[in-house]
């Protein structure tokens, strides 16, 4: 540890030096402050960074945002993975559990947090205004022990060129144009699924219909759960083949993805379209066959488990 040695100096000096070092300190102090709290107080969408002690943590668009005394005073919700609706849960434990990267939206007026690996609206198709960018929906119907989120008439604006994906008789989603194309034909009463991966007020893809078996993302949007089939898994590498958003591979598996995945990944397989159940760790996908359906779910970065096969619906 080092010390100031003091020295002897004119008290009029002196004063200089302490009021100079005042200043310094305050200016440098306030200008870390400005650079490295975050902001509060205010509504907005972002990622989950991290809840403890009360404090939860987001990462906006414009930085860090930080919510004090979030408890049972707020209300939460979880999204739906499978379908339209949330989930009424308990805030500390619920946020106690949710993984870095997770779509996260606080509502200071309402006090409520809702939360999952993305965003997304479903509704009956009403009307599509071309000139104003606007999809009209009605919120639809939620299983039981979801809540029914938003409710009633929904208006979403989308931008023109928005992918839009279509499922035809319960087929797998199928690229089929653009939204100022695609939209103006959609039959009143098609469920619509607008999704987005960070910003709920920017919409990223359409769905219409329900397939018979899901693909929870199209290689291109690979920041949460990807889907593909198995080429091969080596050195820790796993390579997947999966269907994009675009034109350029719409009827088939066709982009290759590759993914760095930990030796206690756990592994589920679903046998003759059974639920899915454990299988072991990542050693197991050396065993795989090419062209095997492989899901990887994930938020962001983080691997949460892999998934071989698909159940059949119910």
Known sequence: MHFLKLVSCPSGVAYQIALGMITFWSVWTGTLAAAEVPAANKSASGTFVSFKDGTLTIKGKSGLLVYEQVGENYKSYQNNEDGPGSKLVGTIEALSRVLPGTVCHVDTATREVSFGLDNRVMGTFVSYEKEKGKLHLLAADVPQGFVQRPIGKIALTIDRSTPVLESRDGGDFKFAGVAEVILKDVKNGALVTARSEYDPEIIEVIQIGTPRRTIERYIGQTRGTVRGTYMSFKDGILRIRG????????????????????????????????????????????????????????????????????????
């Open 243 to 314: 269907k994009g958003v675009t034109s350029l591979a719409a009827n088939e598996y066709e982009r290759s993805m590759n993914l760095r995945i930990a030796d206690n990944i756990p592994v589920f397989e679903s046998i003759d379209g059974g639920e899915y159940q454990p299988r072991g760790t990542a050693e197991v996908l050396k065993t795989l066959k090419e062209g095997e359906v492989v899901t990887i779910r994930k938020v962001e970065e983080v691997i949460m488990d892999i998934r071989i096969g698909v159940p059949k619906t119910k």
